[in-house]
């Protein structure tokens, strides 16, 4: 395919469509907030509206551009019931517990974390938690469903008709799949799912096509592409550059770390560390924690831009932001907390620019990583974060993408591969450390006080 690519790269807080030329480069993009509705008390995804966004978003790009394929990147937690070309229930949203009532006959029935390497966390951070949810709220929904799709595949599916399975969204956190066996869980044979689990495909493989109609009249044919969770494409674009040995510290509402090199034996699954599934279905060590929302949490209206001498007061005044700001973590089990006065909106923002900078590097400890460290995602853009991570962690080398859609670039690469094309890899570039008086011993108290905090915690206290 000499012609240009569509990536739709779909996240929990923004919606993204990126055009690639088959060099990698991004020629444009447009973006759209996915709207939630209620269903029955249920909140879930306006997929209709979504939809119509991105057949619009579509149909320009092959009129301006002339695209030839389409490809989807998406967030995890994230499950479709489909049948008969339509949805048997409204697509739920991650960010609802599930009722108390129902909660304990549910997680009496999740996996061993040894079988899945998926940890047991809130909300529907589990897919498998939601779907055995869903199988008690809806029952009928399941029991009509044809396919059991991640939420990828759905627009795969969707846009080209055919409905596929994929091993790097199947294997993030659901409960679904065994890694080491390199198969579905026991739940799935358990609940009798496994026979609506359609046929897998590799991520980036051209399922069929879709008609679009631009304003010239002229309908083009559109090759539709197999899906990828966004931070295994993420990882997937880094190791498509030649990287192999590193972390890569991917950043969005979550922050997603992976370490290449970490034994799966390091993995503890009350920090909520996992083995997330490549796209190749190697098991690899993570950690993570919802870095994105905490800090817009944090800073709450202040604009989100941090300079050097707000970070200095913040360490200065000895002004603590403590864990956790939302649900999932390496501390989920305390609550967060500002400790002290906070003077002004631009000691807010550096505030919790340097609680997600100290939670990545406790995160950082916790899966044991000395390697290269590559920063990618929305908080490249804030330059400081890195700069700061590097003084933190002066026996690592630290490198910020050149480009940091990297979970777009990713899947922008996988389908290019399909049609034998190699866009030119991403670059990145060497983090110089930020001049941050007294940061180290800021840092030792920061980590003392999340300890106590968790101590207490863990003694009722």
Not at 32 to 57: C, F, K, S, T, Y
Not at 71 to 99: K, N
Not at 421 to 438: F, I, K, M
Request: aromatic residues 8%.
């Amino acid at each position: 395919m000499g012609a240009p690519l569509a990536v739709f790269d779909l996240g929990k807080t923004n919606s993204k469509m990126f055009v690639f030329s088959p060099e990698g480069e991004i020629l444009a993009e447009q973006r759209q907030a996915p709207e939630w509705r209620e269903h029955n008390g249920i909140r879930v995804l306006d997929d209709v509206r979504l939809e119509a966004w991105m057949r619009a978003a579509l149909t320009k790009a092959v009129a301006e551009h002339g695209i030839e394929g389409v490809m989807f990147s998406g967030h995890g937690c994230t499950f479709a019931l489909v049948a008969d070309g339509s949805l048997t229930h409204p697509i739920l949203d991650y960010e609802q517990e599930v009722p108390a009532s129902v909660a304990p006959e549910i997680d009496a029935l999740l996996p061993q974390f040894s079988e899945t390497y998926s940890p047991r966390l809130p909300l529907g951070l589990n897919m498998g938690r939601h779907m055995l949810w869903l199988e008690r709220a809806a029952p009928a929904a399941l029991g009509q469903a044809r396919h059991i799709l991640g939420y990828p595949q759905f627009w795969s599916w969707r846009f080209s008709g055919v409905p596929v399975s994929e091993l790097s969204y199947l294997g993030c956190h659901s409960h679904l799949w065994a890694p080491l066996k390199n198969d579905f869980s026991s739940l799935v044979d358990k609940r009798g799912w496994r026979e609506k689990m359609p046929p897998f495909a590799r991520a980036g493989a051209v399922l069929g096509t879709v008609d679009i109609t631009p304003p010239s009249g002229e309908t083009r044919s559109v090759a539709v592409h197999n899906g990828v969770h966004d931070s295994n494409s993420s990882l997937y674009c880094y190791r498509a550059a030649g990287h192999d040995s590193f972390t890569l510290i991917s950043s969005g509402t979550w922050v997603i770390i992976f370490n290449t090199d970490c034994p799966l034996s390091m993995l503890d699954e009350e920090r909520d560390m996992l083995a997330n599934v490549s796209v190749d279905g190697v098991p690899v060590p993570t950690i993570r924690f919802m870095g994105g929302r905490e800090f817009d949490t944090i800073r709450q209206d202040a604009p989100p831009k941090v300079n050097r001498a707000d970070m200095q007061a913040v360490i200065d005044k000895r002004l603590f932001a403590l864990p956790s700001f939302a649900a999932g973590g390496p501390a989920q089990e305390t609550k967060g907390e500002i400790a002290g006065p906070v003077g002004s909106d631009a000691e807010r923002s550096a505030l919790a620019l340097l609680y997600v900078a100290l939670m990545t590097d406790y995160s950082l400890d916790l899966i044991g990583s000395s390697n290269t460290l590559i920063v990618d995602g929305g908080l490249v853009k804030t330059d400081a974060y890195a700069e700061v991570l590097a003084e933190l962690r002066p026996s690592q080398r630290v490198l910020s993408s050149d480009n940091p859609e990297g979970s777009a670039v990713g899947a922008a690469t996988l389908a290019f591969e399909a049609h034998g094309v190699r866009p030119r890899p991403v670059e990145c570039s060497e983090v110089q450390p930020a001049t941050l008086r007294g940061l180290a011993e800021y840092r030792d108290l920061w980590r003392e006080r999340v300890e106590e905090r968790r101590r207490r915690a863990g003694s009722g206290q």
